[in-house]
């Protein structure tokens, strides 16, 4: 079992930044990647950003060169820097970690909402 824990969350305006915060626990050793979802309001949980055990990092079109994911020496620790945010970024950003035998694992969520 995998524990994912979200934080960093909060309100911003256009073009402001937000840092997200995960924190992995439990049998990481399976863990093939881990990466980042959001769900807007009516909308379908979408893709963010992943990054693989060897390093390898994808992008939503949506996101890209505006987000930036990284994660700790440790690999407890993902995260997900937000610059240049939009009102369309508004959303609940999800953790999400899949093993090497194809379980996923969810946190519970943070809200990230941007307007004036």
């Known amino acids: 079992q995998v524990q994912l824990v979200e934080s960093g969350g909060g309100s911003v305006q256009p073009g402001g930044s937000l840092k997200l915060s995960c924190a992995a626990s439990g049998s990481l050793i399976d863990i093939g990647f881990m990466g980042w979802y959001r769900q807007a309001p009516g909308q379908q949980r979408e893709f963010v950003a992943t990054?693989?055990?060897?390093?390898?990092?994808h992008y939503a079109d949506a996101v890209k060169g505006r987000f930036s994911i990284s994660r700790d020496n440790a690999r407890t620790l993902v995260y997900l820097q937000m610059n240049n945010l939009k009102p369309e970024d508004t959303a609940v950003y999800y953790c999400h970690a899949k093993s090497i035998r194809g379980m996923d694992y969810w946190g519970k969520g943070t809200l990230v909402t941007v307007s004036l």
């Open positions: 990054i693989t055990s060897t390093d390898s990092i």
